[in-house]
Nanobody, 123 residues
């Protein structure tokens, strides 16, 4: 079992940056693949990024590729999402997720989820 708590959301102007953090409980964090998802008002939840347990493999949605970077620090039980060149369409609640199996894309439904953190990008 792993519990996830996101932080770092907020209001930023278009073109700005934010770094989201997701702190995980438990001693088995390094066994989990981690992902970030987001859900905008009136839209379905969508995959943003994923990272393997070792950090050696990363995957991104086309909409964020080149602007967002996922990383992890297994010593700190934390996964990050660095978001640069933010656009108004990035506005959403961002969720951290964990699963023992790494997948990516819209078909991936991880087992464990955080409560989400709001990101708002103004134009």
């Amino acid at each position: 079992q792993v519990q996830l708590v996101e932080s770092g959301g907020g209001l930023v102007q278009a073109g700005g940056s934010l770094r989201l953090s997701c702190a995980a409980s438990g001693r088995t964090f390094s066994r989990y693949a981690m992902g970030w998802f987001r859900q905008a008002p009136g839209k379905e939840r969508e995959f943003v990024a994923a990272i393997s347990w070792s950090g050696g493999s990363t995957y991104y949605a086309d909409s964020v590729k080149g602007r967002f970077t996922i990383s992890r620090d297994n010593a700190k039980n934390t996964v990050y999402l660095q978001m640069n060149s933010l656009k108004p369409e990035d506005t959403a609640v961002y969720y951290c997720a964990a699963d023992l199996s790494l997948r990516y894309g819209s078909s991936w439904v991880p087992v464990h989820w955080g409560q989400g953190t709001q990101v708002t990008v103004s134009s």
